[in-house]
């Protein structure tokens, strides 16, 4: 059904669902996996980014993550915490609850752009790490 978004893959630079395609539609394209981002002994931003934040859990979903962000991150330099949300809705992750997705994908389109995009403050909480010596006994 390519609802999972796992299976993400681009084709001539486009982000398809590799579950719903055959492999003879891809004859004469440019077809890049996860495997095409970075390197053999290093990882691209984006990657280098995820490992950072925890972006990550069991791996399943992650592959396709990446190749829909990084089409995002391409086309679209400006994009915003929402809009990344908005890509997001097109995969479907059960471990890490999206907000270190967010995080990390907001962090490679900062040094891109040399902005600082703002994570909305309602998220903040979910980020343990920027949190635990803050919070007060008894205090969300």
Known sequence: HGVCGACTIRIN??????CLLYAVQMSGKTVETVESLGSDDRLNSLQTA?????????????PGILMSL?????????????RIKDILTG???????YENIISAALEVLEKKEGK?????????????????????RGKV
């Open 13 to 18: 630079g486009k982000a398809a669902r590799s």
């Open 50 to 62: 995820f490992q950072k934040h925890h972006a990550l859990q069991c791996g399943f979903c992650t």
């Open 70 to 82: 990084t089409q995002l991150i391409e086309e679209e330099p400006n994009a915003d915490e929402e």
């Open 91 to 97: 995969h479907l992750c059960r471990c890490t609850g």
């Open 116 to 136: 600082k995009h703002l994570i909305s403050k309602k998220n903040l909480w979910l980020n343990p790490k920027d949190n635990f010596g803050k919070l007060e």
